[in-house]
């Protein structure tokens, strides 16, 4: 349960700073900022690993490159699930996916629990 709530957290950390890099990714408030962090945690413990496992050709293909595709496509996803959240479109989701994945990836790292 710690372990979700951590990565709520940083998701919502990364997708404030985020916001504050893009124009094109804007939130009304703090709620819809929240609401999409969890939307995120939840879809990218769920579904992400689905379509991971069905893209693995396309993925092999492509050295996975393809894998920015998925976290765009989760992204968008997740701003649709939450109102007052709203991304530019494909391109920008797939820009912000990548920010997103390097951010989490280094505030993981001072989170990560070393038992």
């Known amino acids: ?27 009304d408030g703090t709620t819809p900022l929240v609401m999409t962090a969890l939307a995120l945690t939840v879809l990218n413990g769920t579904v992400k690993p689905v379509l991971k496992f069905l893209s693995f050709p396309i993925t092999f293909m492509t050295l996975g490159l393809f894998t920015f595709v998925i976290n765009a496509v989760i992204l968008s996803f997740a701003f649709s699930l939450t109102s007052g959240a709203g991304i530019g479109g494909f391109w920008t989701a797939l820009i912000a996916g990548f920010v997103i994945s390097v951010i989490n990836r280094i505030l993981s790292g001072y989170f990560d629990d070393k038992d």
Do not use: G, H, R, Y
């Open 1 to 27: 349960m710690k372990k979700l709530f951590v990565l709520w957290a940083v998701n919502a950390l990364s997708l404030w700073i985020v916001s504050e890099m893009i124009s094109s990714v804007t939130f």
